[in-house]
């Protein structure tokens, strides 16, 4: 088992202030998540809203792949090469087969975590889903960077997980911090000083949900990267 290289996390500033756009696909990602949202409640609400969770599901799938975007432009930054926009766009969109499909098997397997969980109560619920996760969180880098597809992404997100335990942890709690915790904190510290009718709260917290992931590219990208390619 290899030590995990942490430098990434300080050093993904630096490569994100030499070129911004990395935010452009989380940003497309997040209006397209809130664009499915209100598509949801539009349609599902005569039906007492009957179906919006595969719209939930496509939201999902959807944010995976404007991440696998931003994953591709921060691996091609991390290795010194311009990294563009536009050419992480046209990368993503000749796998884009092979990313959404490891996407709806992430999110299938998660939630089919969560919903055996709930037999064991709540902890249970909650032990199931984040230890699916965590096996399974290099899913959308595998396919993104690794160009593997439907299960052999999943495949070589357990196998890098297995092979560094405590760098995927560390990504782990990471992500959890940056893209769970945080942007809502600040959504709530932002209202108590300024009021924000709930569209307003829904568009900054996207807003911070996309900052999040745009930065959280470079670690995923890197560690994935050291795991698969680099001996």
Do not use: C
């Not at 598509?39 to 995976?64: E, K, M």
């Not at 766009?89 to 087969?97: C, D, F, M, S, T």
């Not at 597809?149 to 911090?177: K, W």
């Amino acid at each position: 088992m290899r030590a995990p290289d942490l430098a990434i996390y300080p050093r993904a500033i630096p490569l994100l202030a030499r070129q911004p756009s990395v935010f452009v696909a989380p940003l497309l990602g997040a209006v397209g998540a809130l664009a499915l949202g209100a598509l949801a409640a539009y349609v599902t609400a005569p039906l007492g809203g009957v179906g919006a969770g595969l719209f939930d599901f496509a939201a999902r799938v959807f944010y995976s792949f404007a991440f696998g975007v931003a994953i591709i432009q921060a691996d091609a930054l991390e290795r010194g090469l311009h990294g563009t926009f536009d050419a992480a766009w046209e990368e993503a969109r000749h796998k884009a087969g092979g990313i959404i499909i490891a996407a709806v098997g992430f999110w299938f397997l998660v939630m089919i975590a969560e919903y055996i969980g709930t037999l064991f109560g709540l902890t249970g619920q909650i032990v199931l889903t984040l230890v699916a996760a965590f096996f399974l969180i290099y899913t959308i880098p595998a396919a993104a960077i690794g160009g593997l597809q439907g299960n052999l992404a999943l495949g070589g997100s357990f196998r890098a997980v297995r092979a560094d335990l405590l760098g995927a942890a560390i990504l782990a709690v990471v992500f959890i911090g940056i893209f769970e915790i945080l942007p809502p904190y600040l959504v709530g510290i932002i209202g108590q000083r300024v009021l924000l009718s709930h569209t307003e709260q829904v568009l900054v917290q996207a807003l911070f949900d996309a900052i999040a992931l745009g930065y959280l590219a470079f670690p995923f990208a890197k560690q994935y990267a050291n795991l698969a390619f680099r001996p």
